[in-house]
């Protein structure tokens, strides 16, 4: 099923697209395996082959053969690259520099967005975001998360609000929490080995 097109980026056929291309365009000096941008991009692995190879012809992407994978690479020197990295990462790119920041931090449980920015990339608004605001379950090495916050900010160009929770607050909300949940909000990582959290983790990529 073609996912739709979000209000954030028309010129992008669709979420799916833009998250790819956000992912390869944000990371340019990393390889992606199929599978990886399958779950980045919230998609069908077939869906997701096609889009790289759409790429690829554009030469915006470039891939490369090891043993039976295929990685895939952003190609830095095609004349529109930083146009569109720009553009990318304006509108897709948040969960795609924010995700892999966060979720290796020791302590890190879950890290989900919410506020303008995903109100925005949901349609609800046609503010354009002042910061960006993440919610980290867990608890997390202040110092680690304070200089993936850093990374993430001059990455995005634009200031990152993080805040930081218990996973049983998560659960037995205050009102802050109350408030987020009540709002959109979008699910970046989950620990796969924390049961408690079984329904954010259905709720990734949305």
């Given at each position: 099923m073609k996912s739709a097109t979000s209000p954030l980026a028309p010129l992008f056929r669709s979420d799916?697209?833009?998250?790819?291309?956000?992912?390869?365009?944000?990371?340019?000096?990393?390889?992606?395996?199929v599978a990886e941008l399958t779950?980045?991009?919230?998609?069908?692995?077939?869906?997701?082959w096609r889009e790289c190879q759409r790429a690829e012809t554009a030469g915006l992407v470039a891939s490369r053969a090891v043993g039976r994978t295929l990685l895939f690479k952003a190609n830095e020197h095609h004349p529109l690259f930083t146009s569109f990295r720009q553009i990318l990462i304006s509108t897709f790119g948040p969960p795609a520099v924010i995700a892999p920041e966060y979720r290796?931090?020791?302590?890190?449980?879950?890290?989900?967005?919410?506020?303008?920015?995903?109100?925005?990339?949901?349609?609800?608004?046609?503010r354009n975001p002042a910061d960006i605001d993440v919610l980290v379950l867990g608890k997390p090495n202040r110092d680690a998360l304070y200089e993936a916050?850093?990374?993430?900010?001059?990455?995005?160009?634009?200031?990152?609000?993080?805040?930081?929770?218990?996973?049983?607050?998560?659960?037995n909300p205050d009102p802050f929490l109350t408030d987020v949940h009540k709002k959109d909000y979008m699910v970046l990582y989950v620990a796969d080995d924390n049961a408690n959290l079984a329904s954010l983790r259905d709720q990734l990529g949305e």
């Open positions: 799916t697209q833009g998250r790819i291309l956000a992912a390869l365009l944000a990371s340019p000096h990393r390889e992606f395996t779950q980045i991009g919230d998609t069908s692995q077939p869906t997701a290796d931090i020791a302590g890190v449980e879950a890290v989900i967005l919410f506020g303008s920015w995903v109100e925005r990339f949901k349609g609800k608004t046609n916050e850093m990374r993430a900010e001059k990455a995005l160009s634009i200031p990152m609000q993080t805040t930081i929770r218990a996973v049983s607050a998560w659960l």
